[in-house]
């Protein structure tokens, strides 16, 4: 199954039903998994953030993390937008990542593999959760994150997320940094598009995601004197000096449902003694 | 680069002239508008986090040595300041990033807000243009617009 984000995209053109999906329907119907209608949860949220290594004045993998729950037993309302706002001065445009970019089709066409080396931007996984009559079953895919074309002057990237069993899943979510208000350096928005389950059943619910944009597990490649070098790009600068109160951060999740839901965290200022972890 | 030095009344003046003269010969005098067209080759020298300090040496009608504070953000903005042999010139300016690769590309537009010496009155805003070289942080600036002093 192949699902593509877009933002400009209606939430109708979002519900669009993939075919691919018959084969899963036929399966669960053939397993005795017909869904049961029940009514979905409010959902709660809740946002994680840490930098790799964290050394103040040096390079950095940001980790964004985020969970959100609903009651035991019960599925929450798929996730749509999720809005990660970052605190200044991180320096994201002096990492060295991204020197390339990534194209959605080439993303459709051949997964990351099909992407230029020096586009990959971080990486990453996330659980959904999807009901099949009484049950929730949950899948985890691996994600890829690739620098894209700019988009209305914005630096946009690509999550690219595959998750092989029980349904093979592929979704494509654009997203982009943009000027953030307040206390904020920027704002990640991330297009999540809707991922259906079966016929009567709710829409797939992200229930966990772990991202990183940053060097961590990333190598590109350059030309010199006729050859290819492998290396490790810089990493995000981190200022030299650790604002009050912590590096803050602070998320929006929208639903499907139209509910919203926000959460904040901060990665507080290290003392001596635990530079290095975040 | 082309560069056009052209220097003309203000409006001001102008306006001073039309209506008797209110304003002392020197002032007359000093008022200028300069229509300048610079070019500046910036090198990195520091940088916390997002914020860079570059120094560098500015080509064209107000040639001079330049330091620039910027912030990358997620749009670019900064402070400036030019040494010139008649004076120095400051202002700000703000600039969208376009593009991907080893250069960003930006543009937007600066603010002068002051001066010392010859150009210790000087105002005046102009477009801002430049790449950023995302491997070693140069930057190359070019600025077209008004400066009044």
New interface residues.
């Given amino acids: 199954m192949r699902r593509v984000g877009c933002p400009a995209a209606s939430r109708s053109r979002r519900r669009h039903r993939a075919a691919a999906w018959t084969a899963a329907v036929a399966s669960a119907l053939a397993a005795g998994l017909w869904p049961a209608p029940q009514a979905q949860a409010a959902q709660s949220a809740r946002l994680g953030a840490a930098f790799s290594p964290y050394r103040l004045g040096g390079r950095a993998t940001i980790v964004f993390s985020f969970e959100i729950a609903a009651p035991a037993g019960q599925l929450p309302a798929a996730l749509t937008d999720v809005d990660i706002e970052y605190p200044q001065n991180l320096g994201i445009v002096l990492s060295g990542l991204g020197l390339d970019v990534c194209s959605a089709p080439i993303l459709e066409a051949n997964g990351t593999g099909g992407c230029p080396t020096n586009s990959v931007m971080g990486g990453g996984w996330a659980v959904a959760e999807m009901r099949f009559g009484a049950q929730i079953v949950s899948e985890r895919a691996r994600i890829s994150i690739a620098r894209a074309p700019d988009e209305g002057g914005h630096i946009a990237l690509l999550l690219y997320a595959v998750g092989p069993s029980p349904v093979d899943t592929q979704i494509l979510s654009p997203a982009q940094l943009v000027p953030a208000e307040g206390p904020f350096g920027g704002q990640l928005n991330i297009q999540l598009p809707l991922v259906p389950s079966v016929p009567g059943a709710p829409d797939v619910a992200i229930v966990q995601m772990k991202t990183t944009i940053g060097p961590q597990g990333v190598l590109y490649e350059e030309r010199a004197g006729g050859r290819t070098l492998t290396y490790t790009p810089k990493g995000i600068l981190l200022p030299n000096v650790c604002p009050k109160g912590g590096f803050q951060f602070a998320a929006q999740f929208e639903f499907v449902d139209g509910t919203k839901q926000s959460a904040r965290t901060a990665v507080p200022c290290p003392t001596r003694r635990r530079q290095g972890t975040g | 680069m082309s560069l056009t030095h052209s220097r003309a009344a203000l409006r001001a003046v102008v306006a001073a002239v039309a209506f008797g003269g209110c304003c002392s010969s020197a002032a007359i005098a000093d008022a200028s508008v300069l229509k300048a067209s610079d070019t500046a080759h910036l090198r990195y020298v520091s940088?916390?986090?997002?914020?860079?300090l570059e120094k560098g040496t500015a080509t064209g009608t107000l040639p001079g040595s330049m330091t620039v504070h910027l912030?990358?953000?997620?749009?670019f903005t900064g402070s400036f300041a030019i040494v010139t042999k008649s004076g120095s010139i400051y202002g700000h300016g703000t600039a969208?990033?376009?593009?991907?690769?080893?250069y960003?590309s930006f543009s937007g537009s600066l603010t002068v807000t002051g001066g010392t010496g010859r150009y210790r009155t000087a105002r005046g805003s102009a477009g801002l243009y430049g790449t950023?070289n995302?491997?070693n942080?140069a930057l190359v600036i070019q600025t077209r617009g008004n400066l009044s002093y």
Avoid: K, N, Q, W
Wanted: avoid cysteine.
């Fill in positions: 940088a916390s986090g997002a914020l860079l912030d990358v953000g997620a749009t969208t990033p376009h593009g991907s690769g080893a960003e950023f995302r491997s942080y």
